[in-house]
Nanobody, 117 residues
Framework: VQLPACGGGLVQAGGSLRLSCAASGTIRSVNGMGWYRQAPGKQREMVAFITTSGYETYADSVKGRFTISRDSAKNTVYLQMNSLKFEDTAVYYC????????????WGQGTLVTVSS
């Protein structure tokens, strides 16, 4: 199973980016999906998470600015990021709990988001 993340890049503060991550490989089902990030010198933190039923959870720092969504038919998770701030600069990792014989946690390789002030 692979989780290639796409959509990172350089953006000015106040701008927007959309990340996407499509799980591929031998997949029987996908449970929760989410986005985490790790800034230089900091621990990885949860940004947003979405369950199979569509229940969304957000870090306080991104509430009202970021929106997570998923296309279950495509095993894809998205993160729409608006009103980006300098402190959103980080490597963003997608996550999925996938059943490919058994349930396991899978992580993408990360995509860099750089917000210039």
């Amino acid at each position: 199973v692979q989780l290639p993340a796409c959509g990172g890049g350089l953006v000015q503060a106040g701008g927007s980016l959309r990340l996407s991550c499509a799980a591929s490989g031998t997949i029987r089902s996908v449970n929760g999906m989410g986005w985490y990030r790790q800034a230089p010198g900091k621990q990885r933190e949860m940004v947003a998470f979405i369950t199979t039923s569509g229940y969304e959870t957000y870090a306080d720092s991104v509430k009202g600015r970021f929106t997570i969504s998923r296309d279950s038919a495509k095993n894809t998770v998205y993160l729409q990021m608006n009103s980006l701030k300098f402190e959103d600069t980080a490597v963003y990792y997608c996550y999925a709990r996938i059943h490919s014989g058994r349930f396991d946690d899978y992580w993408g390789q990360g995509t860099l988001v750089t917000v210039s002030s």
